[in-house]
């Protein structure tokens, strides 16, 4: 069983950053692969980025694309996702989740757990 908690969401004005932190609880952080998604109002939760069990491999949606990093810190059984350049449109409830194995995936029906979500606003 995993615990996922995130934080560091918030208002911020376009052109911005924000980092969020994404900390799990239990051991074996190192043996899920994660992801993060986001959900705006009236829209289906899609897929932002992806992290593998090891941190060697990523894959960013095109939307975000160079202006969002996800790393990890496997001793710290903590995810980050950096988010520079923000835009209006990134405006939604972000989410942290874990699946076990070493690859992610884009869909979240292949993910077990998930965060509680925390909410960014980006002004125009």
């Known amino acids: 069983q995993v615990q996922l908690v995130e934080s560091g969401g918030g208002l911020v004005q376009a052109g911005g950053s924000l980092r969020l932190s994404c900390a799990t609880s239990g051991r074996t952080f190192s043996s899920y692969a994660m992801g993060w998604f986001r959900q705006a109002p009236g829209k289906e939760r899609e897929f932002v980025g992806g992290?593998?069990?090891?941190?060697?491999?990523?894959r960013y949606a095109d939307s975000v694309k160079g202006r969002f990093t996800i790393s990890r810190d496997n001793a710290k059984n903590t995810m980050y996702l950096q988010m520079n350049n923000l835009k209006p449109e990134d405006t939604a409830v972000y989410y942290c989740t874990a699946r076990s194995g070493t690859f992610y995936y884009t869909s979240p029906v292949w993910y077990n757990y998930w965060g509680q979500g925390t909410q960014v606003t980006v002004s125009s």
């Open positions: 992290i593998s069990r090891s941190g060697e491999s990523t």
